[in-house]
């Protein structure tokens, strides 16, 4: 059985949830070692229970079984009752019943560890790797930087703290370019308040061939190739890996199609220059669109994913 065939659908990789080692019950049902022990478990108690029961009888009989002549007594009465036929016959079936529970919540429990064990290894036939994910601010022309670096035209209201506080939920590392990572490393540290404490803890890696140190708390500088470390970051445990900002070295994943989603800040405002998001010979992808939310303040964040990874 395949993981696919639980979900109804083809991933290409198959999981198997019965155990290479099977068995076959005393009903010819395959079985796996789990099963195996739950049958012969059942088996040695019902023995057990027949052995006593048989004892039980013998007892109140007598040595030389059972007399016909001699009236019976109150237990062997109880015994042929209609109202003990019943009661046992209850007791059965709620055992049957507690049976099928047992096996249907351990079959429950391996679908739902092989679910797990699916989503975490296979997707389309390949290992799953972690996300990355662009977010950035930018105007309605496509610039997420003014002349000179500047970002006061950024619209931030509680509507979007409450987006970034959701987004904060996903992210475990942050990537940067050089140049954004020394505006971030400038002032983070000191600010205050939940982004800060967000910004200031999470793991951090900034790529760069000039700079020789990164001091900002859990940053590691990454002086080599950029996408070779990204692919295995991206093979790493861990959450959902994010980009701010840094069009240069966001160019050069998107190029080699690290890229898994985009998620952009469309600000209320055109700035007719600065720097761009997305460089000139950026290779055409097509998009769609996974996701739209306005804020009362005129920004408009949308999410989108290359087509070929949309679901």
Same mark, same amino acid.
């Given at each position: 059985m395949k993981v696919s065939?639980?979900? /109804?659908?083809?991933? /290409?990789?198959?999981?198997?949830?019965? !155990?290479?080692?099977?068995?076959? %019950?005393h009903h010819g049902r395959p079985v796996d070692g789990h099963y195996l022990a739950f049958d012969q478990s059942l088996s040695n108690l019902r023995h057990r229970n027949t052995m006593a029961t048989a004892d039980f009888e013998q007892s109140i009989r007598g040595p030389g079984g059972d007399d016909l002549d001699r009236p019976p007594n109150p237990v062997q009465r109880h015994l042929k009752s209609p109202s003990f036929k019943r009661s046992k016959a209850i007791t059965a079936k709620s055992s049957h019943k507690l049976n099928l529970m047992q096996k249907t919540n351990h079959l429950q429990f391996n679908i739902s560890f092989a679910t797990l064990f699916h989503d975490r290894i296979c997707r389309n036939g390949s290992e799953t790797m972690r996300k990355v994910i662009m977010w950035d601010m930018v105007s309605v022309d496509g610039f997420f930087e003014a002349p000179g670096h500047n970002i006061d035209w950024f619209v931030f209201e509680d509507e979007l703290a409450a987006y970034i506080g959701e987004s904060q939920l996903e992210a475990d590392t942050l990537l940067f370019g050089r140049v954004t990572y020394e505006m971030m490393a400038g002032y983070w540290p000191s600010a205050e308040g939940d982004i800060a404490a967000f910004m200031n803890g999470v793991e951090k890696f900034v790529f760069s061939r000039t700079l020789t140190s990164a001091d900002w708390h859990r &940053? &590691?500088?990454? %002086?080599?190739?950029?996408?070779?470390? =990204?692919?295995?970051?991206?093979?790493?445990?861990?959450? &959902?890996?994010? =980009?701010?900002? !840094?069009a240069d070295f966001a160019a050069g994943l998107i190029e080699k199609g690290l890229v898994d989603e985009y998620r952009l800040g469309i600000?209320? =405002?055109?700035? /007719? %220059?600065?720097?761009?998001?997305?460089?000139p010979g950026t290779k055409q992808t097509k998009l769609r669109l996974t996701h739209t939310r306005p804020l009362k303040s005129g920004v408009v964040i949308l999410h989108y994913q290359p087509e070929t990874d949309a679901s």
């Open positions: 065939d639980l979900q /109804g659908g083809q991933t /290409g990789c198959d999981v198997f949830l019965i !155990s290479a080692r099977r068995r076959r %019950n &940053t &590691t500088l990454v %002086n080599g190739d950029a996408t070779k470390e =990204v692919e295995r970051l991206k093979h790493l445990d861990g959450g &959902t890996i994010f =980009v701010f900002g !840094s600000n209320p =405002v055109l700035l /007719g %220059n600065g720097v761009p998001l997305f460089k």
